[in-house]
């Protein structure tokens, strides 16, 4: 049985700031938590209600343009709104949520008790939270929303606010935000990879590892050599628009082309940081509702990690219209014809899994079914970009917004469901109830096509997107009536999910330990785990170790159950499960003896500290910058001194 | 970023479990991986604001220029305490590592005190920078010149924070032998922005053109 | 079983097919001016032959890909007792392979003409060129003939198949920060789209086969009216082209002053309008056909169909609703300018109201000086 260590020791005459928070339930432990499970749950919360913010955005939008001339909104709101849109969608929900299944998901996939560091991982939640709710309150402080677009291109963004480019604060606001917000993903990425370098259980090698912890390894290096960049793109843009430099102003004989490049450089990669969660997610759930294990693991790892490395040499793509040369073009058009390999191999290696498998369509499976179709056809819009003169008539254009939103709605978003429907019976002991669940795909999938599929086609026949209005006769009325309906389907289908989990989360039915009768460690633990996750740690053997304890291969390769596993057909088992195999709950230890960290206000109180930082900034309030200057280093100071655990 | 600078005693100990299995750590501890990580982060951050400067160099713009302004041997007086100030770390960690705590205060309280002596450097060299016309925002050199070099001042000026935090300790005797790592720690951070310094001072001052 | 499920992935190809191609049709059949699907010159010709094979070899991998989700989901599917422990596959490196090299091979076909198609449209054009400079601003297209000494706006007139060499400038004495934001260029029936970088000489070509008119809109976000960003390519037969040159070349048809030096005065009552009591002379030039100016060059206004970015038809109802509130029908950021008096060193963007917001010290308009307005600039062919 694991203890606790001794390089925790009680420091004879420490500093008493702050009474320690010893509460791990009630209202106020939410504030001090640093168990990765909460955390993640805080994470998937916040996420998912930006994730509302920003779908509620764009059904703004899509009601503008639902008929031509729309009145709905001023040009203004318009284009606050589709900035917000993108903003949020990106920064405050896809990342984060990844975020939050890695969160929840990686230690108990390595066999680990928590993230290596639980404080830093804290401090990641609340800066996120804090970064979010600074970037919103630019609706109602500093004039304006962010309206420059979710790339915000210089020099529309770094012109200085009293030179008319654009009113307000807006791109004062974007720009700190998420400087804010990468801090906080920089923070996540660290610990991410730090927990899954050093923490896997003994005998979890590399290739022993779950593909999603895979891909959330590699989205944690993309997250952390990405983050950078931007950061100081975005500080450049700060300095231009508040301190007179002259990073991105023509004029001053600055090239606008700087930014472009600094910002794809970590925009592209973001794509891959966005996408690759899902990925992983879909690895999980197709081999365990085929019961057959992923059709050749190591091809989708190392693809996997191809498009990490190839992913930083595409991102002139997102810029074949600038006039970079011919030469330049075509390198960057191959580069990421390139990449196109590794991807349409995972595809294969997914398809391959379901081959000859027996196939639950649970809600879990339906959506990562459908990821493969919508990601695909993402895919081949995709390709249809790298032939770069067609590009030209396309880029800008809603044929742009039909493809990136095949792939990251199609594809994240689609792997995201299937994550929750996948793992949520792990989190609450419950299942989310299946006929719900299936409305919800459905409904999502028509929705979804029926508001992106015609966008290919308006983009063809030559509508720009961010475009507030569009004249009539120019044939895009209907396509784009069809697009508006579309949105709605898709509400009433979130809708149903967000129903789906309030109810089922206290009278779902009870699902038991192993209800997917699945392959990795996080099934091994009860449901919902305990705050220590492991009882013991375990000792893994194989690739797939839990379904080795249940299952081993006759000579023609047929799965055959073990005998100490219960041989009762899955679909026939009872509710509640039977906890599955050896691992099962009874033999859990009641974990004392176990010592975890404590809980801490400290995270909480130097992510306070970035948002007053932030409006001192925005507002070149200078007297504000000690006070924040103060709680962080307040903050951190007394974070440094607190020992992990409290004895 | 800064967060990185409270980076707590190993808390690997969460997950030591007592078998015989094959290991899976990295053999390093998880902060001395995290402080890695973190100067791996950084290093494109600098890497950015380098590559604007080069970007623009030689860009037609109004004077003055850098080369009008630069005052070599000064600047490579502060630069050269700079690099002492690594070998003062280097000192202080190894007094920390055979526990001679006395010698760990003196050289813990060097490094800073060589960190603050290149900062007042910088700010009187950017002094007097501005005094003969070249500004952050005269030309495309100014803004990326001051920039690049005044965000690694805030590295340095944070590590200086960071430096007297554990001589406050140390002072207190409260940093024992058994927190070398801490140290460390903090001297990994030092060194890069060292070495960080020694990449601007030669691109940015010495191959001016 | 099996010839259902041969008969369902029937079923889902047709129908991927069909809808694709039905709603390529359609959008090929569409004439709207403005469709990327029905070139109407070389260039975008040659993106055409270009795009259309790609994508349908793309529909192809989608409905196969989409086909095999399908079929494999309902043809493995769950049966308790037969099928619920499958042979664990682990991996077939043949496959692997496989699946590697054969989208590798199509990619590798597809990118050759890709690569000669845009070197091909990146090549200086030669021979009997037209020059044209191109500025963008927020929000509008500024036209420039140099060898010609014309400048115009909203409608780039062009000679029918004779090849135009597209100069894209986003910087301009005439703007108050010397450049503008980043626009891009396109005229959809004609060629792709080429961002108008401030800094950069980015150049295109266009050419027409026919005679005719082809819409173009800004297609980089640039800023609140981004939207309304349109102008159009009008192609004429040659020698209509030389006249219509000649034309422009020309002062305006109804002279804005009378006089010389000291004692130049309005010609006449609008005039008198539009130079002394609400100056519109401070943005616009509607004398001189030769020079930039921060508004449209209005010399030969009557001369265009569309104005205000093309957004409008140039009828007199909507000029006068124009001259009197021109944010009302385009947004604008132009509340600062007449404070300021004239286009106000980079404080704002766009056309003011002159009835609506008037700063103190400052005429409103009425509708019946809208009208005088209106009625002289409709004279200016």
């Known amino acids: ?647 | 970023m800064t967060t990185d600078q409270v980076a707590v005693p190993s808390e690997h100990d969460v997950v030591e479990a007592g078998h015989d299995a094959p290991a899976t750590g990295m053999g390093v501890s998880n902060t001395k991986l995290a402080m890695w990580l973190f100067l791996s982060s950084d290093c494109l951050f600098f890497g950015a604001f380098i590559s604007a400067y080069l970007f623009y160099r030689g860009r037609p713009q109004p004077g003055p220029h850098p080369v009008d302004v630069y005052n070599i041997p000064f600047t490579s007086v502060t630069s050269f305490i700079l690099l002492m100030s690594s070998l003062t770390m280097v000192l202080a960690l190894a007094a920390i590592m055979r526990g001679d705590y006395r010698r760990l205060r003196v050289w813990l309280l060097a490094t800073a005190l060589f960190g603050a002596t290149f900062i007042g450097g910088q700010v009187f060299e950017f002094t007097e920078f501005y005094r003969q016309g070249f500004t952050l925002s005269k030309n495309l050199s100014g803004s990326t010149f001051f920039v690049l070099t005044g965000l690694h001042g805030a590295h340095v000026t944070a590590g200086i924070i960071w430096l007297l935090s554990l001589w406050g300790l140390a002072v207190q005797g409260r940093l024992t032998s058994r927190d070398s790592e801490r140290v460390e720690i903090a001297g990994l951070y030092w060194h890069f922005v060292d070495v960080v310094w020694i990449v601007i001072f030669t691109v940015v001052y010495l191959i001016p053109k | 079983m099996r010839r259902f499920t041969s008969r369902s992935k029937r079923w889902v190809g047709l129908a991927v097919v069909l809808g694709a191609g039905l709603l390529l049709a359609a959008c090929s059949a569409e004439n709207n001016g403005q469709n990327s699907l029905k070139p109407k010159g070389p260039a975008a010709q040659k993106i055409d032959n270009l795009f259309t094979p790609i994508f349908f070899i793309s529909v192809a991998v989608g409905v196969l890909v989409l086909g095999a989700v399908v079929v494999f989901a309902v043809r493995f599917r769950y049966r308790a007792g037969k099928n619920e422990n499958p042979k664990q596959i682990h991996g077939s490196t043949p496959l692997e392979i496989g699946w590697t090299i054969v989208p590798a091979l199509i990619l590798a076909v597809i990118a050759v003409p890709t690569i000669i198609t845009i070197f091909d449209l990146h090549k200086e054009p030669t021979g009997d060129v037209l020059n044209v400079t191109v500025v963008g601003k927020q929000w509008w297209w500024e036209f420039k003939y140099p060898k010609e000494k014309v400048v115009t706006a909203d409608e780039l007139v062009i000679p029918a198949g004779r090849t135009v060499r597209v100069n894209l400038q986003a910087c301009d004495e005439s703007l108050p920060n010397k450049c503008n934001v980043i626009h891009s260029f396109w005229v959809p029936e004609l060629n792709g789209k080429t961002d108008v970088v401030p800094g950069r000489n980015n150049f295109t070509t266009i050419e027409a086969d026919k005679p005719g008119t082809y819409l173009g809109q800004c297609a980089e976000y640039c800023g609140l009216s981004h939207a309304n960003m349109r102008f159009r390519v009008i192609a004429k037969e040659p020698s209509e082209f030389d006249r219509w040159v000649g034309e422009q070349q020309q002062g305006p048809a109804v002279p804005l002053q009378v006089g010389t030096g000291a004692d130049t005065k309005p010609a006449g009552p609008a005039q008198d309008l539009i130079s002394t009591k609400f100056q519109c002379t401070n943005c616009h030039s509607l004398s001189d056909s030769k020079v930039s100016s921060y508004g449209p060059n209005l010399t030969h206004l009557a001369s265009r169909t569309t104005f205000a970015s093309g957004y409008y038809e140039l009828t007199r109802d909507k000029l006068v609703e124009w001259v009197h509130n021109a944010p009302g029908l385009i947004p604008m950021q132009s509340k600062a300018c007449r404070e300021a008096g004239e286009p106000a060193a980079g404080k704002c963007v766009g056309m003011p109201s002159f009835s609506r917001d008037t700063p103190a010290g400052q005429p409103t308009m009425t509708e019946q000086e809208a009208g005088q307005i209106a009625d002289y600039l409709l004279q200016l062919k």
């Open chain 1, 1 to 647: 049985m694991t203890t606790v260590s001794d390089t925790v020791r009680a420091p004879a005459r420490r500093l008493r700031v702050l009474r320690r928070p010893r509460a791990t339930t009630g209202f106020w432990s939410w504030f001090t938590t640093i168990d990765h499970k909460k955390i993640g749950i805080m994470y998937g919360t916040t996420a998912l209600t930006f994730f509302v913010i920003g779908g509620v955005e764009a059904l703004l939008l899509r009601l503008q343009l639902a008929g031509p001339n729309g009145t709905l909104l001023t040009a203004a709101q318009y284009n606050e709104l589709f900035t917000m849109h993108g903003t949020t969608m990106i920064f405050l929900m896809g990342m984060p949520l990844a975020v939050a299944f890695g969160n929840y998901l990686i230690p108990l996939q390595i066999g680990a008790r928590d993230v290596a560091f639980p404080r830093l991982n804290a401090f990641g939640y609340w800066g996120f939270l804090m970064g979010g709710l600074f970037i919103y309150s630019s609706f109602f402080i500093g004039g304006s929303a962010p309206n420059g677009g979710w790339f915000g291109y210089t020099p529309l963004t770094s012109t200085p606010l009293g030179r008319g480019f654009l009113p307000g604060h807006g791109a004062d606001f974007w720009a700190v935000g998420i400087v804010m917000l990468g801090i906080a993903s920089t923070t996540s990425a660290i610990n991410f990879i730090v927990t899954v370098l050093q923490l896997r259980a003994p005998g979890m090698t590399f290739m022993r590892m779950p593909v999603f912890t895979w891909m959330m390894l590699v989205t944690a290096f993309l997250t952390l050599f990405a983050m950078p960049i931007v950061t100081a793109a975005l500080i450049m843009v700060y300095f231009d628009r508040n301190m007179g430099t002259n990073f991105f102003q023509p004029a001053a004989g600055a090239d606008p082309l700087l930014y472009q490049n600094l910002f794809w450089l970590f925009g592209h990669p973001e794509v891959y940081i966005l996408i690759l969660p899902g990925m992983g997610i879909v690895s999980e759930v197709l081999p365990v509702f085929s019961r057959k294990p992923l059709f050749g693991y190591p091809v989708v790892v190392f693809s996997g990690i191809a498009i990490g490395f190839i992913g930083w040499g595409v991102w002139a793509h997102h810029m074949f219209a600038t006039g970079l040369g011919p030469v330049a073009i075509s390198a960057f058009a191959l580069s990421t014809m390139i990449i196109a390999v590794p991807t349409g191999v995972k595809i294969f290696n997914w398809l391959a899994t379901v081959w000859r498998g027996a196939v639950r369509l649970k809600t879990a499976m339906l959506f990562a079914l459908g990821f493969i179709a919508m990601f695909t056809l993402g895919g081949l819009s995709g390709v249809l970009h790298s032939v770069v003169p067609a590009d030209t008539q396309q880029t800008d254009t809603y044929f742009v917004v039909a493809h990136f939103h095949y792939v990251l709605f199609g594809g994240l978003v689609f792997g995201l469901f299937s994550g929750f429907y996948y793992w949520f019976p792990k989190l609450y002991g419950r299942f989310l109830d299946e006929r719900l669940g299936k409305f919800n795909f459905w409904t999502m999938l028509l929705g979804f096509n029926l508001t992106f599929f015609p966008m290919h086609f308006v983009g063809l026949l030559g509508m720009p997107r961010r475009t507030y209005r569009y004249d009539t006769g120019l044939g895009w009325d209907f396509l784009n009536q069809l697009e508006t309906i579309g949105a709605f389907v898709i509400a009433l289908s979130v809708l149903a999910f967000i129903v789906n989990v309030m109810v089922s989360r206290r009278h779902g039915q009870v699902s038991g330990d192993d209800p997917w009768d699945a392959r990795t460690l996080e099934w091994t633990t009860p449901s919902p785990p305990p705050m220590y996750n492991f009882a013991e740690i375990p000792q893994v053997e194989a690739r797939d170790d839990f379904w080795h304890h249940k299952y081993t291969e006759d000579e023609t390769g047929h799965a055959v159950r073990l005998p100490s596993g219960a041989a009762v057909a899955v679909e026939e088992r009872p509710a509640g499960g039977d906890g599955g195999g050896e691992h099962g709950g009874e033999e859990h230890g009641d974990g004392h003896g176990i010592h975890m960290p404590s809980p801490s206000y400290f995270p909480f109180v130097v992510a306070l500290g970035l948002p007053i930082l932030g409006y001192a900034a925005v507002f070149q309030a200078v007297w504000l910058v000690p006070i924040g200057a103060l709680v962080l280093l307040f903050g951190m100071y007394a974070w440094g001194i607190e020992p992990q655990t409290e004895p």
